[in-house]
């Protein structure tokens, strides 16, 4: 993602407090000791991980559930990205703010892992990653992913729709938001060392996002479980949506009355709003997002944007009650 380097007095509140710098003093002092020898280790996990382009998946416990049958209902109007391209260009902070953690993420366990239902519910539960997947309506979705930094790509997801998640939950009639926390691991995810980043990774949609029917919870990618740098075991896919809301290595899923704070709302507020839904027509304060840069097959195209991701006739009726109200497309 692309943020204006923080000056320590523009922190977000929340995290500039004397205590918590206190305690994370001795992770701050142990990380910039590690900044020189990081860019040039950056570009050898670069090589190293195109070497060997199908790593991560070979051990995962859930490789038997796939593939899983494709769900026609989506199409695409573009040729898939190549896989290769997709697990090797990435945005995940937790392993650092470089495309290239494909490397540094196969450090992330990803069993045992479980997924933590709380807040506005009938009843708290945790659940078994594998439990969770055996109870849910696998299939596959080819989706148009839309980065806000204007680069796309076009994949095909194995997963469940989130609604199914949601109606395991049973939320309360109270509950208007869902909100969804990624892993915490600052021991073996470096970017996590970085105290000024609000850590966890949170996102969150409103019940009616989340209860439509393109709101997909990805467990596979490209036929096979979900690499980990792409977001295993559990990622968001909102594809009408900019990027940094598919939040990746979720544990836990919170119903909420009160509308989260978002990690890029908390850090630059101003660029990277809740809403976030797709707009040529609203640049980013700092770019245009009237075309995009999509990497296909053929290599990269600049392309028109399009009114939420091209995916209008699903979601904008969402939005017909904020209209005026609210900055949608930030
Ligand atoms: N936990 C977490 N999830 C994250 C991010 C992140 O830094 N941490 N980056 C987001 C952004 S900005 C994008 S564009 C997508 C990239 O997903 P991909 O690498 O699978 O294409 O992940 C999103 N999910
Ligand atoms: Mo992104």
Request: proline content about 8%; glycine content about 6%; aromatic content about 14%.
């Amino acid at each position: 993602m692309l943020i204006k380097i923080e000056r320590g007095w523009q922190l977000p509140e929340r995290i500039a407090t004397p205590e918590a710098l206190f305690r994370n003093r001795r992770q701050f002092l142990k990380g910039m000791g590690a900044i020189g020898g990081a860019l040039v280790a950056d570009s050898l996990v670069l090589n190293s991980a195109l070497a060997t382009h199908d790593e991560g998946t070979n051990n995962d416990p859930s490789a038997e559930l796939y593939p899983v049958w494709e769900n026609k209902t989506f199409t695409l109007d573009r040729e898939l990205t190549p896989e290769k391209f997709a697990t090797h260009y990435n945005n995940y902070y937790e392993f650092g703010s470089q495309k290239e953690i494909s490397k540094l993420a196969q450090e992330l366990p990803i069993r045992p892992w479980t997924i933590t239902l709380d807040g506005l519910v009938e009843k708290e539960a945790i659940l078994d990653i594998d439990d969770l997947l055996a109870m849910m309506p696998l299939e596959e979705r080819v989706y148009r992913h839309r980065c806000v930094e204007a680069w796309s790509i076009a994949v095909p997801y194995s997963g469940f729709p989130l609604q199914a998640l949601v109606n395991l939950a049973r939320p309360l009639g109270s509950a208007k938001y869902l909100v969804m926390q990624s892993f915490e691991k600052p021991e073996i995810a470096r970017g996590q060392k970085q105290f000024w980043y609000p850590w966890p990774y949170t996102e969150g949609l409103t019940i009616e996002e989340a209860t439509n029917e393109l709101a997909f919870m990805a467990t596979g990618y490209y036929g096979k479980p979900i690499p980990k740098q792409n977001g295993a075991p559990l990622r968001l896919a909102v594809p009408w949506k900019y990027g940094f809301k598919h939040a990746k290595g979720i544990v836990r899923f919170t119903f909420s009355e009160k509308r989260p704070r978002s990690f890029w709302e908390n850090i630059q507020g101003s660029e990277y709003g809740f809403w976030a839904n797709v707009n040529p027509d609203v640049p980013h304060p700092r770019w245009s997002q009237a075309t995009e840069k999509f990497y296909g097959p053929n290599g990269v195209m600049r392309m028109p944007t399009q009114l939420f991701n091209g995916y209008g006739e699903y979601v904008a009726t969402l939005y017909s009650d904020f209209a005026k109200r609210e900055p949608l497309y930030m």
